[in-house]
């Protein structure tokens, strides 16, 4: 089993859409949550931290429920320059090199 | 500033070659690292280095080495290079290197491949 897991993908949406992105983690441990997004061939940029209150950020949402393990982004009135592809990061423990990614899951926004 | 900067953007090996990807960072981070990123997987740590004068194996080491030549940088060194090894490479920093949020800054990536 991974440990880091997102919904497969690809998205396919409508610009105005509202689209939602899950993701699993399997270390009951982890402690630091995040989402990145990676446009296609570019480097992953943070987009978002998330924390146990869950957290707004203009149109993106995030959310962490910690008894379940489930992180969730949810994104509001899809742009087209939404299309990337988003990356669920857990961090297992203190530092940088405790992050796992997860595979990412792909999301288009057409016009 | 410019970040994490990583060289070359692109390369062609024939298996056995060897090769050197270079990175540095001009944010003072402590802590530095390189993944692997292949279709369907998540980015895999190959080596890092959290402090000047360390690294340490991460998840994917087989087949690479690194050196941490001073605070600023970092490379990646494929010594016989192998099919296996054809990827796309991301050099990161981070600040502390031992913080339970560290968020990681990403050079743009060396898309790699052997032939």
């Known amino acids: 089993r991974k440990e880091v897991e997102q919904d497969p993908g690809p998205f396919n949406v409508p610009e105005g859409a509202t689209v939602a992105f899950n993701c699993t983690y399997s270390n009951s441990a982890s402690q630091s949550f995040f989402w990145y997004r990676q446009d296609c061939r570019k480097e992953p940029k943070l987009l978002m931290s998330v924390y146990s209150s869950g957290n707004e950020d203009g149109r993106f949402t995030a959310q962490l429920n910690r008894a379940s393990q489930y992180i969730s982004l949810l994104i509001r009135d899809s742009k087209l320059s939404d299309s990337a592809t988003y990356l669920c990061?857990?961090?297992?423990?203190?530092?940088?090199?405790?992050?796992?990614f997860g595979a990412g899951t792909r999301l288009f926004v057409k016009a | 500033n410019a970040g994490v900067t990583q060289t070359p953007k692109f390369q062609v090996l024939k298996t056995g070659q060897s090769m050197t990807l270079q990175c540095a960072q001009d944010?003072?981070?402590?802590?530095m690292y390189w993944y692997r990123q292949d279709p369907g997987m998540g980015l895999r740590l190959i080596y890092y280095s959290a402090s000047e004068g360390t690294t340490d194996k991460g998840e994917v080491p087989n087949g690479y080495n690194v050196s941490r030549l001073n605070k600023r940088e970092f490379s990646l060194r494929l010594e016989s290079a192998a099919p296996s090894q054809t990827s796309v490479y991301f050099c990161?920093?981070?600040?502390?290197?031992?913080?339970?949020?560290?968020?990681?800054?990403f050079g743009s990536g060396t898309q790699l491949s052997v032939l």
């Open positions: 990061v857990v961090t297992a423990g203190t530092g940088g090199f405790k992050t796992i």
């Open positions: 944010m003072n981070h402590n802590s």
């Open positions: 990161a920093s981070s600040a502390r290197g031992v913080a339970t949020n560290e968020k990681l800054f």
